[in-house]
């Protein structure tokens, strides 16, 4: 096969696969609001990455990727266990400051390792360059289990976020659920880096939010558009000889401002109650208000 | 080995750091907007970036900044109008989004540009232990002007920070105080990033205000912990990286997150003893 | 008695300690590259210290400056830089150790690339090409025959600082230049044609050439050729991708032909554009062969290779950046024997 149509063919498939569970598990993180517990998770697994290539171990091997999840299970472990009960200091403030540390560990370790600083830059750009077929097999396998493990559960998996109540073993589908997002960042961190693993979550499912209420459409219109976005992506690269990466996520970049541009002149357009009223709500229907 | 030539001017630039984002911290804690700050951050790194790439002004000069300064201006007017109209999507999310793609652009114009990797490290760490005397002054008194404003506003801005709902339903015109507060952070981030890059000026931003918040509710005494801490943290990174030969900005934000940590071990003793 | 051999062990003490203090100090000399401290100990010996402010396998573009760095410098009696834009971060450094003397232009400085004719000078400057060397390709160390243009830098530098040295440093650089041309063109050749012409023509390329058509006493002067370039004379021609342009000099001193570039930005991963049209051309001219420094990242070069059924060489670009190689000799003996090995193995060299 042509090396150029190759390329381009295992790069689209690779994103379609991985934008279909990164869309859905996006659509619970808006919902239930721990947005940037993504970014601490994504960044620990850079870590562990880097302290793997520091000791010698191939980003790439097996025991690279368990490297890259000890370092996430410690984050997991962190934000489920500091929890401030002080008033004056927002969660969010510690899930900052969990990244903050993130970095700053994996700046310290760049530091000392010999092609430190090309390695934190691999880790923050990825290398999605040199994905080949192998890796894309696994992480289609990998991918269709997960699916089919939250097809089997989409019961109790939609329900932590639209039952914010402590109903019973809900701590253990908790768990479920933030394992599966371990699972698919220490999967994709060191292939798309840390940026645009964490814009292959978010980005897809915020357009989708902004758009529907509803679970199905919300998932089609943050898939198909963030596809659409990442496909741009891939030519306008290949085209403009610019860096991957960094491409695909000004691509979906542009979609998403477009999105919000568009989604709050919707918004605007079709409320027809005072602002101050429909303040908070998130696109509800205007169907009883009127 | 003189220590006080090698890390005089680093230590008096974490001071002035320390006082200006101390008190700027206090504000965003209190208005949870953690996240904005670091995307402000993030998006004058990539102003300063974009300057040098597209309009070719030296990575230093004064152009530069005014690049970095507009982008954080503009960023301050998206995000308080934001804040305030976007209602199908939390705020939160279109802040991490903001970050995300400014990073991702700042690593792009790195990719087409010159240099390289040093750029990345950088633009997240800084060279603050090459900081000189005179860009010290002129980011000293900048930081002054600032200060003094922030001072001659605190009330307006002061009460949005204890509850924004309330500020709106009193008739507070928020977006024209929201985008006021949010340029003044602009200015002092940007020319705190020149200084010590996005993760240590995040870092001095946040830390120290979550330590004193451990301590106090009172803004007064808080301040005073907030400088401490900031103080103490920047003179031992300072040490610690000359002693093991690591990059200072790196090491001040770990000394930072140690007294953080030092902190709130000490807060659990007091609760159980 | 006791008072007598008391005095005398004082006198003594004495004595010596007059001695030392009177005699000289070593000339403290710092290196930005383990290659100029390696041919500077190799002709100041006893009569200098020397230190290396990169280490063999770091990337001498990209070093982030750090504290110690301040405190070689503040203490040396004279710098050796490569004098382009390798270095860039040295003169932070320079200015925060306060060293006057080693400033830019002052005595205690030496640009040790000074004299040398330089390849690859841009002719249109562009902010967006990363990377771009104002001045020429700067990795000047990839080639011996620069080594003699950078000795004899160093020992001027040398006698500037320390004059009464003169006649010492002056004997260790021309011994130090004798073997080098040993070791590059063998004996035989030096004696007949001259270590100075054989550089000249070997640093522009043409020395093979001009050899093959020249004989000395009815006998071919090429067969007379001996050291490297008899080693590499095979490989004459021959197309090879390298990783970054790190080795122009060597290239054209061997007169083997640069195919092609995998990170022409050194850090910034290359575009696909660039990437697959390296692979469409490997195909198409059967190169086999990939050269890398080892301060790249290993992982990368061999799944590069990998893809393009090349044959990973990866070796250390400078001085100590492995652990047999203790001097400049080591460095270029490992560089032509794995080349020469490899395309032996992949069947470049039939």
């Known amino acids: 096969m042509n090396v150029t149509v190759n390329f381009f063919v295992m790069q689209i498939t690779l994103i379609a696969v991985v934008l279909v569970l990164h869309t859905y598990l996006g659509l619970h993180i808006i919902r239930r609001g721990i947005i940037f517990s993504d970014l601490v998770l994504d960044q620990l697994a850079a870590f562990g990455v880097m302290v793997g290539i520091g000791w010698g171990i191939r980003y790439g091997t097996p025991l690279s990727y368990v490297l890259a999840l000890g370092a996430t299970l410690i984050g997991c472990a962190l934000l489920a266990v500091l929890r401030p009960r002080n008033r004056l200091i927002p969660q969010e403030a510690v899930i900052g400051i969990l990244y903050g540390m993130a970095m700053v560990a994996s700046l310290l370790l760049a530091d000392k390792m010999r092609e430190g600083g090309a390695s934190l830059n691999a880790t923050l750009v990825g290398s999605m360059l040199w994905v080949s077929w192998p890796l894309v097999w696994v992480t289609i396998g990998i991918y269709a289990a997960l699916g089919l493990l939250h097809a089997l559960c989409r019961g109790p998996m939609l329900r932590l976020t639209e039952d914010p109540s402590a109903w019973p073993r809900r701590a253990a589908w908790d768990f479920l659920f933030f394992v599966t997002q371990g699972i698919i960042t220490i999967l994709i961190v060191p292939v798309a880096g840390v940026l645009l693993a964490y814009g292959f979550l978010m980005i897809p499912a915020a357009i989708g939010t902004m758009f529907s209420r509803r679970w199905v459409p919300a998932l089609l219109i943050g898939w198909g558009t963030g596809f659409v976005a990442c496909v741009l992506g891939v030519i306008t690269s290949y085209r403009m000889d610019s860096p991957y990466g960094p491409t695909l996520m000004l691509a979906m970049g542009a979609f998403f401002v477009l999105a919000l541009v568009v989604s709050t002149w919707l918004a605007c357009r079709r409320s027809t109650v005072p602002a101050g009223l429909a303040a908070g709500s998130v696109g509800a229907e205007t169907g009883g208000l009127r | 080995m003189n220590l006080a030539s090698m890390l005089g001017f680093p230590f008096l630039a974490c001071v002035l750091l320390s006082l200006i984002l101390g008190y700027l911290g206090l504000h965003v804690l209190k208005r949870e907007v953690i996240f904005i700050d670091i995307a402000v951050a993030q998006m004058a790194a990539l102003g300063a970036l974009a300057g040098h790439l597209f309009l070719g002004v030296p990575g230093d000069s004064v152009h530069a900044l005014a690049c970095g300064m507009s982008v954080t201006l503009v960023a301050a007017i998206f995000f308080a109008v934001a804040r305030r109209k976007v209602v199908q999507l939390p705020i939160e999310a279109i802040i991490g989004i903001t970050y995300a793609i400014s990073a991702g652009g700042a690593l792009f114009m790195i990719g087409k540009g010159t240099g390289g990797h040093t750029h990345v490290q950088d633009m997240l760490s800084g060279a603050l232990l090459w900081v000189k005397g005179p860009e010290l002054l002129w980011t000293g008194i900048a930081f002054a002007v600032v200060g003094a404003c922030f001072g001659l506003f605190r009330k307006p801005f002061q009460r949005i920070s204890d509850g924004y709902a309330e500020a709106v339903a009193a008739g507070m015109p928020v977006i024209g105080w929201d985008f006021l507060f949010y340029a003044l952070c602009g200015i002092v981030i940007t020319l705190a990033v020149r200084l010590a890059g996005v993760v240590v000026v995040f870092c001095f931003l946040i830390i120290p205000a979550t330590v004193s918040a451990m301590f106090s509710a009172r803004w007064g005494i808080r301040m005073m912990i907030t400088w401490l801490v900031g103080i103490i943290g920047a003179g031992a990174g300072l040490l610690f990286a000359q002693w093991l030969d690591l990059s200072a900005g790196a090491c001040v934000a770990l000394a930072l997150g140690l007294v953080l940590a030092a902190s709130a071990t000490g807060t659990l003793f007091r609760k159980t003893i | ?350």
Not at chain 3, 148 to 167: C, M
């Open chain 3, 1 to 350: 008695m006791k008072a007598h051999r008391t005095l005398l062990l004082g006198f003594v003490v004495a004595a010596t300690a007059i001695q030392v203090w009177g005699s000289e100090k070593p000339l403290r000399v710092v290196a930005t590259l383990p290659d100029y401290a390696a041919i500077a100990k190799a002709i100041g010996c006893e009569r200098i210290s020397v230190q290396a402010i990169v280490s063999g396998e770091q990337d001498a573009h990209y070093i982030r400056p750090k504290p110690s760095f301040v405190a070689m410098v503040r203490d040396a009696d004279v710098l050796l830089d490569t004098g382009l834009d390798l270095e860039m971060w040295l003169p932070t450094v320079v200015d925060k150790s306060g060293n006057a003397k080693v400033r830019s232009g002052q005595e205690g400085y030496v640009a040790v690339a000074k004299g040398l004719d330089l390849l690859k000078k841009p002719k249109v400057l562009s902010r967006s090409e990363g990377g771009v060397h104002l001045y020429g390709n700067p990795h000047i160390t990839s080639s011996p025959v620069n080594m003699r243009t950078v000795a004899r830098n160093i020992t001027a530098g040398l006698i500037k600082n320390d004059p009464e040295g003169k006649a010492y440093y002056q004997e260790h650089a021309d011994k130090f230049i004798r073997e080098l041309d040993e070791r590059m063109f063998g004996k035989a050749l030096g004696d007949i044609l001259g270590g100075d012409t054989l550089a000249g023509l070997a640093a522009q390329g043409k020395l093979y050439g001009f050899l093959a058509k020249q004989a000395h006493e009815g006998k071919p002067l090429i067969d007379q050729l001996g050291g490297w370039m008899k080693q590499m004379l095979p490989l004459r021609g021959k197309p090879i991708v390298t990783y970054h342009k790190n080795w122009v000099y060597f290239f054209t001193l061997f007169e083997l032909e640069e195919a092609g570039t995998v990170e022409p930005k050194p850090g910034i991963p290359p575009s696909p554009h660039h990437v697959l049209s390296l692979i469409e051309n490997m195909r198409q001219r059967d190169v086999r062969i990939l050269l890398a420094a080892n301060y790249f990242d290993q992982h990368q070069v061999k799944t590069v290779a990998a893809r393009v059924n090349a044959e990973p060489v990866i070796v250390p670009l400078y001085v100590g950046g492995e652990e047999s190689v203790e001097t400049y000799f080591d460095l270029v003996d490992l560089w032509v024997s794995r080349l020469v090995a490899t395309a032996q193995k992949t069947g470049v060299l039939k």
